[in-house]
């Protein structure tokens, strides 16, 4: 039987991606460490959130034992997984904390940004022509009404990711909210952007909600086919802080 996207077995099996992944026979970093797994190595469980530390587990079934394995060594691959000449159909791809894409995974069809539309400081600025075509109009429209946005980070591969990942964990330990794992990063389908001011005056700051730029983008981005992803209201169902720059296109106009 075909699977719906968000009905996909629990026992789907996770990926290590880290180095390795230690199991352990109790969450908790302090815990005794039964083995380790290698990178590449797959394991099937349960999640279980511990909600003394924040932190997610895995509980395998190993050799007749429960263990538990940190989440943040893991990724996992959804079933729906399915390129259209190499790319993800644009608003139908299955990302989030739990299900991502192949950490290789690449949209052929990802375009420069260039100014006006981009934080000048060197750095290239990618998305799928789609994406950028439909940033550009925003960021021209918000012109129009005397609003300068910028796109201050858009497509991340998949081992960029990783680095991101490792520095937030390492700065701010596994329970960390802010940073996905390789592979369940939006950013890796090339159709997400954060946006800002143009003195990043509020960059990657909760205050960029409340600033005119901020305002103006929960007003008027679906109609060039953006969403915030991470909002007050579903840190719960995401597994994220809220992130007001973070903005995701998902295919033309969704506010009909
Ligand atoms: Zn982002």
Redesign the pocket.
Known sequence: MQQRKNDAPESHPWTVFAAEAEVRVLPGGDTQVLKRLKAGERVSGTLYRDSRTDEEWLVARLDGQHVYLQLCTLMRVHPGFAPVNGNLPIGAEFVNRWWGIPTTYEPNDLVALEAPYIIEDGKEYRLRAEAADAVKRMVDAAAGDEIILRVV?SYRSGEYQRGLFEKACRKDGAAQRYSARPGHS??QLGT???ICDLKQEHAFEHSFQDTKEGEWLTANAGRFGFRRSYTDANTEETGYIS?P??WRYWGKDITT
């Open positions: 980070s939006e950013h997400a952007v954060d992130e720059w973070h």
